[in-house]
């Protein structure tokens, strides 16, 4: 029996869920996208790519049961910076709850860090909270776990990206090797994960795209910009009366990241993540993509064969 090309997917109006929904849309599925708010612009510009819009509340169980209806696949991800670590894991309890009582074939969690317990991470911590309760549920499961996104070197949204520039290099300094992944990969890695449900289901995977030093970053910036990236150095006590602690920790654990793993055990992270997403875009490639407005309109790696009943 071959099933609907339908995902539900979580986060729809944010960085990894509306990547993956236009990954998933161009790739000829169906996606049922899931918002408190369905007339905002996010949702209806989604709604003007082919999505479904259907409104519903993590925090609401009887909005989930009807968004579940008729669901096999499904994307979950949660953001803590706007609910908080609390709501961050209720909200993934509640919808690994609704997806195990629909007898989905296939869920796929967009999580963080390593799966390694102890990193002092709040966010991370949170996440691995949620992939217990998955597995105790005894979900098909895959979890996601991206490095950090390039997005945050540039994009507005993230901090905005002088936090980057002006705070992250006095914790993990210019020099050290660091992970990247473009927000576009992730939505075409998971895309793929969905059209090879029986190869991924049970399996935990790292996405990274490039790994750069942030001086290496600045000198890329600089040949595409013809300028280096504004910086100005913000002191850690305006970070954390911004609510930011968590960032240096954050910034902490990735520079033991990076020294235990070198350059070299990075770039394998790199590797691996190409079986999903062989068109991998690096940060300079990230870089000029976004300056002439083709990251969305990148094309795909060619469809797979609908996944099997599950």
């Known amino acids: 029996m071959i099933e609907k090309r339908q995902v539900l997917l979580f986060g729809a109006t944010g960085n990894m869920g509306g990547a993956?929904?236009?990954a998933l849309l161009e790739r000829g599925w169906s996606v049922r996208a899931v918002t408190r708010k369905p007339r905002s612009v996010k949702a209806q510009a989604l709604a003007a790519l082919g999505a479904e819009v259907v409104q519903a509340d993590m925090d609401d169980p009887p909005s989930l049961?009807?968004?579940?209806d008729g669901i096999r696949h499904v994307f979950s991800v949660q953001n803590f910076y706007k609910s908080g670590i609390e709501a961050e894991v209720r909200q993934g309890l509640a919808v690994a709850?609704?997806?195990?009582?629909?007898?989905?074939?296939?869920i796929v969690y967009g999580s963080a860090g390593t799966g390694e317990a102890?990193?002092?991470?709040?966010h991370f911590d949170s996440k691995l909270e949620v992939e217990a309760h998955m597995r105790r549920l005894d979900l098909p499961l895959t979890i996601v776990r991206p490095t950090p996104f390039m997005e945050l070197l540039a994009d507005m949204q993230f901090g905005p990206p002088l936090i980057t520039w002006g705070a992250e290099p006095r914790v993990l300094g210019w020099h050290r090797p660091k992970p990247w992944i473009a927000v576009r990969d992730i939505g075409i890695a998971v895309a793929n994960i969905f059209a090879n449900r029986d190869r991924w289901v049970g399996r935990?995977?790292?996405?990274?795209?490039?790994?750069?030093t942030l001086a290496e970053c600045r000198a890329i910036f600089k040949e595409v910009d013809g300028r280096k990236p504004l910086r100005i150095p913000l002191p850690f006590w305006i970070l954390r009366r911004m609510g930011a602690e968590e960032l240096l920790v954050m910034w902490e654990w990735l520079a033991e990241l990076s020294d235990a793993m070198g350059r070299k055990g990075l770039w394998q992270m790199v590797e691996e993540t190409r079986e999903l997403c062989p068109d991998l875009l690096e940060v300079e490639s990230w870089l000029r993509r976004l300056r002439a407005g083709r990251l969305e309109m990148a094309?795909?790696?060619p469809s797979a064969p609908a996944p099997a009943e599950g």
């Open 204 to 212: 935990e995977v790292d996405l990274a795209g490039d790994v750069k």
């Open 118 to 122: 102890g990193t002092g991470v709040p």
């Open 97 to 106: 709850d609704a997806a195990a009582a629909a007898g989905v074939a296939h």
């Open 299 to 301: 094309p795909l790696h």
């Open 65 to 68: 049961a009807a968004a579940f």
């Open 20 to 22: 993956t929904a236009r």
